[in-house]
T-cell receptor
Framework: TQLLEQSPQFLSIQEGENLTVYCNSS?????LQWYRQEPGEGPVLLVT?????EVKKLKRLTFQFGDARKDSSLHITAAQPGDTGLYLC????????????FGKGTLLTVNP | EAGVTQFPSHSVIEKGQTVTLRCDPI?????LYWYRRVMGKEIKFLLH????????ESGMPNNRFLAERTGGTYSTLKVQPAELEDSGVYFC?????????????FGEGSWLTVV
């Protein structure tokens, strides 16, 4: 069974601070996605990383896929209260492009 | 364009009763998925439809769960009889036949509480 371990599970920071969320596995994923989920909503896709070592930027968010495609990180620069939410990593494996394995998520609270 | 819609948003039923969850995917999306998150656990894959055909139902917990997608449009997920451990959030998601960038669109979820 493939598992994705996310850390930290909870993170509470002040507006303007930087943070990094980690997603680790002992398994290789063909691609990995990051989602953001707000209360009462479903997960919304932020980014997909495919190539080992790939770095993608989305405004203040930087996503990195590990060289071995077993881990990923999400870095947020100068966090804003609007960044508050549950961040989920999820991976496709075994050539599948539809079956996602999710991590448990990181609940981020950015205080004004 | 309407997103993935799920009904009901919340349901509270007694152990042993039956519940049917409905999902309307984004119009034109051939792929439809059901996922579930139980308390304290990660979101887990249940099954995948391509149009009306079940492509992968390896994540279905047991035979108390029955998913259908008649006509390849909306889908239902029936739990009969419900057990306490079935409580959780059931997410439906959809994507085009060949999703660009592997983009899958999730609904808001149906919260099920079995008491």
């Amino acid at each position: 069974t493939q598992l994705l371990e996310q850390s930290p599970q909870f993170l509470s920071i002040q507006e303007g601070e930087n943070l990094t969320v980690y997603c680790n596995s002992s398994s290789v994923f063909s691609s990995l996605q990051w989602y953001r989920q707000e209360p009462g909503e479903g997960p919304v896709l932020l980014v997909t990383v495919v190539t080992g070592g790939e770095v993608k930027k989305l405004k203040r968010l930087t996503f990195q896929f590990g060289d071995a495609r077993k881990d990923s990180s999400l870095h947020i620069t100068a966090a804003q209260p609007g960044d508050t939410g549950l961040y989920l990593c999820a991976g496709f494996s075994g050539g599948s492009n539809y079956k996602l394995t999710f991590g448990k998520g990181t609940l981020l609270t950015v205080n004004p | 364009e309407a997103g993935v819609t799920q009904f009901p948003s919340h349901s509270v039923i007694e152990k042993g009763q039956t519940v049917t969850l409905r999902c309307d995917p984004i119009s034109g999306h051939d792929n439809l998925y059901w996922y579930r998150r139980v308390m304290g656990k990660e979101i887990k894959f249940l099954l995948h439809f391509v149009k009306e055909s079940k492509q992968d139902e390896s994540g279905m917990p047991n035979n108390r769960f029955l998913a259908e997608r008649t006509g390849g449009t909306y889908s239902t997920l029936k739990v009969q009889p419900a057990e306490l451990e079935d409580s959780g959030v059931y997410f439906c998601a959809s994507s085009p036949r060949f999703p660009s960038g592997n983009t899958i669109y999730f609904g808001e979820g149906s919260w099920l509480t079995v008491v």
